[in-house]
């Protein structure tokens, strides 16, 4: 299996890194003929506005909604799950966006940089034990549709993880810890 892993902006690497050590091929997808190669991909933290922009930039954006509507699995991680949601608030009225799950993303939900945060959450979908979960500047996710299966919650009941059938948004950064669970969970879809 092959995974593609945006790599236009932002923490790209450390997913590649991830993937890497459970076994997983992976491409680094800038052009729209790097997507061809992948089964599933993932869109990494960042700036969201960039990201949004440079998909533009780089004709990504329609070529990833086709991939997806022919049942190609996606990941949007922190910035990532902003450009998978339909709305935005806190946003750019210009931003780009896939716009892809039935969710509301509000941008830097709990602060600028120095609100940075972790915190152990529990996410049933990939096992028991908590997950540690590290937050950067992070979005929540609001007004998730019927469609949408909440995974997680931070204790003032915050959704920070949710599904929509092979579409998967998490507020933090699961690649950022040693904990393998969320990309095994995501090679799975």
Not at 49 to 76: D, S
Not at 135 to 148: C, N, S, T, Y
Request: aromatic fraction near 4%; glycine fraction near 8%; include cysteine.
């Amino acid at each position: 299996m092959t995974v593609g892993v945006l790599a236009l902006q932002g923490d790209f690497r450390e997913h590649a890194v991830m993937l890497h050590r459970i076994g997983a091929e992976v491409c680094e997808v800038r052009l729209p003929r790097h997507l061809a190669q992948v089964e599933r991909l993932i869109i990494p933290g960042g700036e969201s506005t960039t990201i949004g922009k440079l998909l533009a930039i780089y004709r990504l954006i329609e070529p990833i909604r086709e991939r997806v509507a022919q049942g190609m699995p996606l990941w949007g991680t922190c910035a990532g799950a902003i450009l998978l949601s339909r709305r935005i608030t806190d946003g750019r009225d210009e931003q780009p966006t896939l716009g892809l799950m039935d969710l509301t993303a509000r941008r830097n939900a709990f602060g600028s940089q120095l609100d940075s945060f972790e915190a152990d959450l529990m996410i049933d979908a990939i096992g028991e034990a908590p997950h540690h979960a590290v937050f950067i500047r992070a979005p929540i996710l609001e007004q998730p549709g019927p469609k949408v299966q909440v995974l997680a919650r931070l204790a003032d009941g915050a959704i920070v993880a949710a599904q929509q059938a092979h579409l998967l948004a998490t507020c933090f950064h699961p690649e950022l810890t040693r904990d393998e669970r969320v990309h095994r969970y995501f090679l799975e879809l």
